[in-house]
């Protein structure tokens, strides 16, 4: 990996917390899929959320990135060190915010078939208007960092699990955001090529000061983050910051 | 197994809601345009009866093409619901036997409920299409109607290709435990279709014009293959040209949009023609039609009333057989982008979780639809002129009303097309919507 290349991207840091959500709840119909969690998301740090199918880590996703609002709550965002209010702006808000300070990373990567590896990176940086031949210059340097030098041409098909998995890295790196989620990244590769990848995670997102929130059910996935949250039923049960376990009705994730 | 699977089918809407409809909107129009076909070979007027059985014949051929396309993409769109279900029998150890047979009796249920819609849109209609004029009175609804036994004979054709054409497409894909695996290279488009064609046109522009034929069928036979020749030969070449069209506009494109749109074309330019490749007989005869017109305007106005009968009802042929061309594209187009988008429900997901808004995913489908669609009118109005000049000559190729019915024809093909396309927007609200 091209360290030199990713220090070049690294992201203007403040010491206040970059998301800060406090008593955030969302209802699925009958379902509360997250009841009063607070949690602060600091610059430069991995963080994990786990917890057991249906506790609500991947909607807490969803709202700290602005997918989706809470019903109640509020979720304070640092866009370029201006505090903006997610849950306030309406859904084209979001997504243009989305689109220019957030990088996403899914399990399948999802990258568009018929494109060239160099092109679904080059493309992100395009729809944000970037001209054609430096947003190719500059996904040409994101692959490179990421050890996919020679591999520009290729499509999705002809290229590995965590080949793919890394053109997705490259894409949401691309745009230099401010902030990275990732839902499972290594969940559909094996364990080797998900150590890779981790890696590559990790070194392109905290390795340039930008904060990464991995949604995992892989222990050994969170084992590599700076901070581990777990949930449960909805609830804010665990944080790594606090140092262990919060009592019974304390719902608040620390800072660092 | 293939009981369960069956006993299943209807239980979600989902699965098999779209492909009825589809096959049903395919089947309703195909059933009209062989009522149409019909009522021209069974219309009692001694003198006229076998040029209007001619005329009838030469739409029928003409229409075969857009048939064909649109009762593919139907045929996809079932594949598209039916892909996630097989690949989970695969992994439960179903043999690639047990699979294809699940497939044909599955096309068959969807295909036949598709087809009994399609009959009652066929009745639906005959009233509205039963009042054009023809051969002097209006068809009606009894000359609409094909009878219990032609229509039973005929929806059993339009299952039998909506069978084929669903089995066919199962070839195209390896249905695998972890999914369905569709191509992952762009499919090749060899120039020798460009030579073939080519030499064809040759062929039978030699035989039209240089070599004196006496015979009166043989004639027949060779000016309707001088029509139908070059239209096959548009058919031939199209996809290597929009290749290559595509091939310079992913190079050059500007935007994400543009760029994104000519993969898309370059990753089967062959389909991609398919699905709007019925326009391009629509242009030819669009072009031949309105040179004839703007050369019949030109000559002596005709007395005879049965000939200005037979003047008006091939012209109203024409611009009728051209509306139902552009129809079935527009249905065809529907149809196809409804399946391209439920096919990659996760990646357009995840573009919109991404920060893509509706209007720029829907921006990027129009141009990998409208675009191939200007290169497909290119060249069928390219070589339909290079036919029609040679018969009508220059001044009246270049007539304002030739031009004038020409921009009709076109403009009212891409706007049906464009609707086409706006019909497929809801589906790619619910995909990008909130899960």
């Known amino acids: 990996m091209s360290a030199p290349f990713i220090r070049e991207t690294m992201v203007c840091m403040n010491t206040a917390p970059f998301i800060t959500a406090t008593q955030l709840s969302k209802r699925y119909g009958a379902t509360e899929a997250l009841r009063g969690v607070d949690v602060t998301i600091h610059h430069g740090e991995s963080v994990a959320i786990m917890g057991p199918s249906g506790s609500g880590k991947t909607t807490l996703m969803h709202v700290l990135s602005g997918i989706i609002t809470p019903h109640s709550g509020s979720v304070q965002f640092q866009a370029l060190n201006r505090p903006v209010e997610l849950s306030t702006l309406n859904s084209e808000k979001r997504a243009k915010l989305r689109l220019q300070h957030i990088g996403f990373v899914f399990q399948e990567g999802l990258l568009m078939p018929e494109l060239t590896a160099l092109e679904n990176v080059a493309v992100a940086l395009m729809l944000s208007g970037v001209p054609r031949p430096a947003a190719e210059s500059t996904a040409a340097g994101w692959l490179h960092a990421l050890g996919l030098e020679g591999m520009e041409d290729r499509r999705p098909g002809q290229l590995s699990g965590g080949q793919a998995q890394r053109v997705a890295i490259a894409r949401a790196q691309v745009n230099n955001p401010q902030i990275v989620f990732a839902d499972e990244p290594t969940g559909a590769l094996d364990s080797a090529t998900s150590d890779q990848v981790l890696s590559a995670l990790l070194d392109s997102t905290s390795g340039r000061g930008a904060p990464l929130v991995v949604v995992t059910h892989d222990e050994a996935v969170a084992a590599r983050c700076s901070r581990i949250v777990r949930l449960q039923d909805g609830r804010l049960v665990h944080d790594s910051a606090t140092s262990g376990a919060l009592p019974e009705g304390h719902n608040a994730g620390g800072g660092r | 197994m293939i009981r369960l699977f069956l006993e299943k089918l209807f239980a979600d809407r989902a699965v098999w809601a779209l492909p009825v409809a589809g096959f049903g909107l395919t089947s309703g129009i195909g059933l009209m345009v062989f009522a149409g076909a019909m009522y021209f070979y069974t219309l009692e007027h001694s003198a006229l009866q076998d040029v209007y059985f001619l005329y009838a014949t030469v739409a029928l051929i003409l229409l075969v093409i857009p048939m064909l396309a649109l009762m593919s993409s139907a045929a996809r769109l079932l594949a598209r619901r039916r892909d996630e279900r097989l690949s989970g029998l695969r992994l439960l150890g179903a043999s690639s036997g ?123 036979v060779v000016a309707f293959a001088f029509l139908a020749v070059p239209l096959l030969a548009v058919q031939l070449v199209g996809p290597w040209v929009l290749k290559l069209i595509a091939r310079r506009q992913a190079k050059r494109a500007a935007t994400a949009e543009r760029l994104i749109a000519a993969r898309n074309v370059l990753e089967s330019p062959q389909q991609m023609w398919r699905q709007v490749g019925g326009v391009a007989i629509a242009a030819f005869v669009g072009v031949i039609a309105g040179s004839g017109v703007a050369l019949m305007s030109s000559l002596e106005p005709m007395t005879h009333p049965e000939d200005v009968m037979l003047v008006g009802d091939i012209q109203r042929g024409v611009w009728l057989t051209l509306f139902v061309a552009f129809l079935m594209t527009a249905c065809s187009v529907g149809l196809n982008q409804t399946a391209q988008v439920l096919d990659r429900k996760d990646l357009y997901r995840g573009l919109a979780t991404m920060g893509l808004s509706v209007r720029q995913l829907n921006r990027i489908r129009v141009q990998s639809v409208m675009r191939p669609l200007a290169a497909v009118l290119t060249v069928a109005v390219g070589s339909a002129c290079v036919v029609a000049l040679p018969i009508v000559g220059l001044t009246i190729l270049t007539a304002p009303l030739t031009i004038l019915l020409l921009a009709l024809v076109l403009g009212t093909g891409v706007l049906l097309i464009y609707l086409g396309m706006l019909a497929t927007r809801p589906t790619m609200r619910v995909v990008t919507g909130p899960a």
């Open chain 2, 98 to 220: 047990q699979l294809r047979r699940l497939v044909l009796a599955e096309s068959v249920v969807l295909a036949g409920a598709g087809i009994l819609a399609g009959s009652l849109l066929y009745a639906l209609l005959m009233p509205l299409v039963g009042l054009l004029v023809f051969a002097g009175q209006p068809m009606g609804v009894s000359g609409l109607w094909l009878g219990p036994g032609l229509l039973a004979a005929t929806c059993a054709v339009l299952l039998l290709f909506a069978v084929a054409a669903a089995v066919a497409g199962l070839r195209r894909v390896e249905v695998t435990p972890l999914g369905v695996r569709t191509r992952q290279l762009p499919q090749r488009v060899k120039w020798v279709r460009a030579v073939i064609a080519l030499l064809a046109v040759a062929v039978v522009f030699i035989l039209h014009n240089m070599v004196p034929i006496h015979n009166e069928v043989l004639l027949l």
